[in-house]
Every structure is written in structure tokens, then in C-alpha cells.
């Protein structure tokens, strides 16, 4: 099955998936999906076939849906193209064909943290001074000095067209995590000001802040219970003494494991960057907790994290919105017209991604 549709779809293009009926979540199609499947993903040996519109290029999912043009390399370029709004050649040359990043191909999913994240901050790259004001926003003071943009720990670099590693997440992996391959930690997004200040941001787009769990970890995986994280991420670390950092004497019931990593790291690279500021920000969508309150995709997350730090890094840490993105450093500029439209048009399960009106 192929499809030689290039459009992408925005919010008021589509209405909920109505997969039932055999409805394509585009207005007015009158494709009948049924008729058309393709292959998604092998689930316990058996090939799982979801339904896919070839007029809209689109496989459909329980509430979203995955731009979808083919199965060959060439389509999912096509296809991952169609999600990125901004910079996307960069992304096709510096990721997707150089294998960069873990799981480089779902960034055509219409869910795609990872791709909203591409999008807003390459975007906001582009306008330095827009991405100045958003570390001012963080650190609570006036930024002088130009800011570096990592995802997914590389330096982008978009007038060279040219994508490096960063040296500190590189050594911190080796040291803390050598023998994990299922999979690294990979910060989403960092700002550095470069012997100055690192800022580690874990964004979520429509999915909750992973939890540890009592349970065991296959081989070559990274641990699931909080205390052997806390055994492999700080009594083992030799990088930083995170016995300044942590305070694990009353530790909240629910463990954050991804966010607790990012704090280690986050401290760990600053100390190797040369004993500079570190923060971390967890960067969540404001309509989603609205639409799911009591649900574990907005519970309160300041003062869980905070508690396992010791006094003087509590403020450390902090919660952002990309509502608040929008607010501070988006919303009025001329430049970035095309970055507020695509923040305001977003689509999220076929509905609306933020609340931004
Ligand atoms: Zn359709």
C-alpha cells in the first residue's frame, strides 16, 4: 500500500477517529477504510494489520493517527516530512539516515513528542533571541550569551547543516550506563551556554512521567526499581558525590525514575562542562492535564521532585508548560508567525494539542 499524499493535516482538517464506522479522520473523506490495511508491528509472532487511508497517506490508530506513505526508506522520509513543520531536511540528513537517535523513525506519528519538540525548538533556534528569552524565562535572569540547542544530545547546528555529540552526555553514558543498550538515556532537549549553565528539559507531549517499578530488568536494560536506580545512578556515580545533591530519607510513593535520571545526568554533565549551573525542567502540555485531571498525565510533579532534593537544588528543578513557551517566547513576534500557527493548529488524537487560542 502506498500513498503519494503530501499534505499534513492540522487540527481543524480532522474530526475524532471514528475507526467503527470505518472512517477516516480527515473531513468529508469517503475512502472506506476497511477495505485498505497495512502492516504495523509484530505483537506476540502475529503481524498486527491497522487500517489506512490511501487518499490521505494516513495509517489510523485507536485515537490518532501515523502519516504513512509507504514502506520503503524513500516514504518514510516523505511521511516524516509531512509531521515537521520546520527544518525538516535537516532532520532527514542529520537523524533519520544517520541513525542519531533511538527510535528516529516515529516522528511521523501525529502523537510525536519528539517531533512537536523538533519543531518548536529548531523554530525557536532560528530566532535566537526568542530562545535567549525562554532561558531567561527558566533561570529567572537576563540572558546575554547565545544558547545551544541539543536534541537528543547533539549540538544542532542548522546554518552549517551539521549535527555533533555532546562530549559531557557521552562520557556520563559511559560511565553510568556502559553495559545498557535497551536504551540510553537520551536527554530531549538541552540548553547549554557553553561553560556556563545546563538545562536539561524531559518533554511530554500527550504521554505521562514514567514511574519506577517494582519489577526486574531484562538484560541490557536499564534498571526499573527505585532502588537499584538510585544504586546504579548515585552510589556507583564517581562523577558528582550525589549525596549533596539527594535527600532519599523520605522518598515520595511514586519514584519518577525518568525525570531522577535527568537530575543525574543533568548534574553530572554540568560538573564535566566545568563545574557550571545545572537545571532541569519537565515540560508538559497544560491541555492534556486539563482534560485528564486525577489521571497520572497531570498529577502535581513540582513537589514530588523536589522532595528528594536537598534544600539548595530544590529550585533546581522546575515544570513548564508549552503553553507557557507560546506565552513567553513565541506569542507577538513577527518572526515567528509560523511557529504560533502551528502551536495554535496542532492536532493531538485528531483534536486539539494546546490551549492556545
Ligand atoms: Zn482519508
Redesign the pocket.
Known amino acids: 500500500m502506498k500513498s503519494n499524499c503530501t499534505i499534513s493535516f492540522s487540527r481543524n482538517d480532522l474530526q475524532r477517529t471514528r475507526l467503527w464506522q470505518g472512517k477516516?479522520?480527515?473531513k468529508n473523506?469517503t475512502?472506506d477504510?476497511k477495505q485498505h490495511k497495512v502492516s504495523f508491528q509484530k505483537y506476540k509472532g502475529k503481524m498486527r494489520y491497522l487500517a489506512f487511508?490511501p487518499?490521505?497517506g494516513?495509517r489510523i490508530h485507536k485515537n490518532g493517527f501515523v502519516y504513512y506513505n509507504g514502506s520503503s526508506p524513500a516514504d518514510l522520509i516523505t511521511a516524516t516530512k509531512r509531521n515537521l513543520m520546520f527544518h525538516s531536511d535537516y532532520y532527514v540528513t542529520n537523524f533519520l539516515k544517520k541513525k542519531n537517535k533511538m527510535e528516529s523513525g516515529r516522528l511521523c506519528y501525529e502523537s510525536s513528542e519528539d517531533a512537536v519538540s523538533y519543531n518548536v525548538f529548531t523554530e525557536l533556534l532560528s530566532n535566537g533571541a526568542a530562545l535567549k528569552r525562554l532561558v531567561g524565562n527558566i533561570l529567572k535572569r537576563h540572558i546575554k550569551d547565545e544558547v545551544e540547542l541539543y536534541l537528543w544530545g547533539g549540538k544542532i547546528d542548522l546554518r552549517n547543516n551539521s549535527f555533533v555529540q555532546y562530549k559531557p552526555l557521552i562520557k556520563v553514558r559511559n560511565h553510568l550506563e556502559r553495559d545498557i543498550k535497551r536504551f540510553a538515556t537520551e536527554p530531549d532537549i538541552m540548553l547549554v551556554i557553553p561553560k556556563k549553565v545546563v538545562i536539561c528539559i524531559e518533554a511530554k507531549f500527550g504521554s505521562k512521567n514514567p514511574i519506577a517499578k517494582e519489577q526486574k530488568e531484562k538484560q541490557e536494560e536499564k534498571p526499573k526499581s527505585k532502588i537499584k536506580l538510585i544504586e546504579r545512578y548515585c552510589v556507583k556515580n564517581r562523577i558528582i558525590d550525589t549525596k549533596e545533591l539527594f535527600d532519599f530519607s523520605n522518598t515520595p510513593k511514586l519514584f519518577y525514575e525518568q525525570l531522577f535520571r535527568n537530575i543525574v545526568f543533568a548534574a553530572s554533565m554540568a560538573k564535566l562542562e566545568g563545574n557550571v549551573n545545572w537545571y532541569v525542567v519537565n515540560l508538559r502540555n497544560q491541555h492534556v492535564m486539563n482534560l485528564k485531571r486525577g489521571k497520572p498525565e497531570s498529577m502535581p510533579i513540582m513537589r514530588n521532585i523536589r522532595s528528594i532534593l536537598k534544600p539548595r537544588y530544590k529550585k533546581r528543578f522546575t515544570h513548564l508548560t508549552w503553553e507557557d513557551i507560546y506565552n513567553k517566547a513565541v506569542k507577538g513576534n513577527e518572526e515567528l508567525v509560523n511557529l504560533a500557527w502551528y502551536l495554535k493548529n496542532k492536532s493531538l488524537n485528531c483534536g486539539r494539542a494546546f490551549n492556545i487560542l
Open positions: 477516516c479522520p480527515v473523506c475512502v477504510i487511508c487518499e490521505h494516513i
